[in-house]
Structures are given as structure tokens and as C-alpha cells.
């Protein structure tokens, strides 16, 4: 499977980067690349995780694409090059998990109506969490979803239930919009950046490029109340009666040496899905599956390719 640096670190012929506004006024960055030629399957919505931009998959959009697969990506509220919500830029802030459902919701609907074929609905992280959410609250119905390390808990090493106890008694103390922690993914940790994201040096180089070329981009740690809502979040949703009833065919990647999300979590949740399928990577993948080592990232792409075209078919 190709990886030609050319997708890695420029903007792709025929794409483009344009501006979404939600039924608020907010101001959102999208990225469109059309199918090209006779050969067009349908649409992949690619939503990513906190603090990630489109740029850092270029890469594998561009195999999807060669594939006659529409691609699109929004960046979140409050990220990427979407307004922020913090009037410290660099802190990942949000007051309720709710608000990105429901720029979701909007963002959907102007979406799938424009689409013409197969609808995928994507999500890496914080974005699987979100659509998976989206999905079993109604919001969205596509004909195949898929999850790739997605953020069904969060890795604590006190544990889901203390952990949110935790968060909540120090975020809720002063302003929950200051930064939880100073440096890195998470706190009290002496891994590096990379090693929680990717084996893979020059694709995590890829993501510096871009931080350096367009530093506006760049999010630094999330607020308390962040870190409070997806406590709450996830919560929620793993309790949720109706996951069990989300009938979207759903593609589930896990990487169960995940050291910013919890696997555990995800294959608990995946589980409850009547239609899903899971794949699962050991320690040779960190949270960026998409973004790992060839051998592991080219089997995470076959696997959702087999996928897309046994259940995503006109």
C-alpha cells in the first residue's frame, strides 16, 4: 500500500478547505474531497479525535479516494481551525459534550442530503466517541460506521469511577476552563508524545510539519471541564439501553495497548452492538492505528476496506 509523501504534507489537487457555519453563527473549518472519474462509491464523513486536524490523514484519505470514495472532515468545535471556545487558544475547552452533538446533527443533515450513494460515518478517538453517540441518539443513520480507537473511557489509572470523582473535585474548584495539565496527552506520565500516538517517527513528524506550517492549528491540553464531560460522557454512553438496539453496521478498531483511551472500554461497548465487528491490535500499536507503522496501519485499512465493500454497497 503506497504512501506517497505528496498526500503526507500537502493539501490534495481537487480538494478543498472552506468554512461551515452551525445554526449558532459558529464558525467551522471542512474539508471536501470529491470522487473523481466513473467510478464513485459513495461518501466517508471522517470525524477525528480532541486537538486533531484533517491534514494528519491526508494519507489514508487519499488511498479511500483513489478508490472512488468522497471525503469529507470537520473539525470540531473549538479545534483544529474551527473557532475556539477558550480565550486561551492552546486549551482544548468545552462546556458540555452536547454542544458537539449537536453541531453534529446540524453538520449531518446538510451533508447526507448532498450525498449521493453510501454514507460512511468515521471516527478516530474522541470523534468515535461522538458519532457513536450521534448514532444511537438518533442524530445520524448512516449505512456503515466505523470506530477506530475510540474513546468509550478514558485511561485512568484510578479507575473510571474515581477518576471522574477525581476530576470533578478538582476541576469544579476556580475556573474549569484553565488547562488540566501543562504538557503532553495526559498527565503524570514519563512516555513521550510520540510513543502515545505512533511507532512510526516520520508520521508523527507529519504532524509537527503541519503544527509548524499552520500553528493556528496547534491545541494544546484540554480544560477540567473537558476532562470532566468525557468522564461523564463515556459514562453515559457504556450504560446506554440503546446501544443495543444501534443497528448501523459498525466496524470497531481496538488497540489494546492504548495508553490515552481505554480498550477495555470499547470492546465492552462493542459488544453490546447488534451488528458490529471488532479487529484488534496488541503492543504493536499505539492510539494513531491509521497513523502506525505500515504493517500495522496497511492491516487496520484492509480490514476496513473488506469491510466497506461487504456492507457498504449501492
Do not use: C
Amino acid at each position: 500500500m503506497d504512501s506517497p509523501q505528496s498526500f503526507r504534507r500537502a493539501i490534495p489537487l481537487g480538494a478543498a478547505i472552506t468554512r461551515w457555519h452551525g445554526p449558532d453563527g459558529w464558525e467551522f473549518r471542512r474539508f471536501d474531497w470529491p470522487a473523481e472519474g466513473t467510478i464513485r462509491r459513495g461518501n466517508i464523513l471522517f470525524e477525528g479525535g480532541r486537538g486533531d486536524i484533517f491534514e494528519k490523514y491526508l494519507e489514508v484519505f487519499a488511498h479511500w479516494h483513489a478508490q472512488g470514495w468522497s471525503i469529507t472532515s470537520l473539525d470540531w468545535r473549538g479545534q483544529g481551525g474551527s473557532g475556539r471556545t477558550s480565550p486561551d487558544s492552546h486549551v482544548g475547552h468545552i462546556e458540555d459534550f452536547g454542544t458537539f452533538i449537536a453541531d453534529f446533527a446540524a453538520f449531518w443533515a446538510e451533508w447526507k442530503l448532498a450525498a449521493v450513494g453510501p454514507t460512511v460515518l468515521m471516527g478516530h478517538s474522541m470523534g468515535g466517541h461522538l458519532i457513536l453517540r450521534a448514532m444511537t441518539e438518533g442524530v445520524a443513520k448512516p449505512d456503515v460506521a466505523v470506530l477506530i480507537a475510540p474513546m468509550l473511557g478514558l485511561h485512568s489509572p484510578l479507575g473510571a469511577r474515581l477518576g471522574e470523582r477525581m476530576a470533578k473535585l478538582l476541576g469544579g474548584v476556580g475556573n474549569s476552563a484553565r488547562p488540566a495539565w501543562r504538557d503532553n496527552e495526559r498527565p503524570a506520565t514519563t512516555v513521550t508524545r510520540q510513543a502515545l500516538l505512533t511507532h512510526d517517527r516520520s508520521r508523527y513528524d507529519d504532524e509537527i510539519f503541519w503544527q509548524t506550517t499552520k500553528p493556528e492549528l496547534l491545541l494544546g491540553p484540554p480544560s477540567w471541564r473537558w476532562v470532566m464531560q468525557a468522564f461523564e460522557s463515556t459514562r453515559r454512553q457504556r450504560d446506554d439501553p440503546r446501544l443495543k438496539t444501534m443497528t448501523v453496521p459498525t466496524l470497531v478498531i481496538v488497540a489494546e495497548a492504548d495508553k490515552l483511551v481505554n480498550p477495555k472500554a470499547a470492546l465492552q461497548v462493542a459488544a453490546k452492538l447488534p451488528d458490529a465487528r471488532v479487529v484488534r491490535f496488541g503492543k504493536e500499536s499505539s492510539h494513531e492505528i491509521l497513523r502506525e507503522r505500515d504493517a500495522i496501519r496497511n492491516r487496520a485499512i484492509g480490514e476496513i476496506d473488506i469491510f466497506l465493500a461487504a456492507r457498504a454497497r449501492a
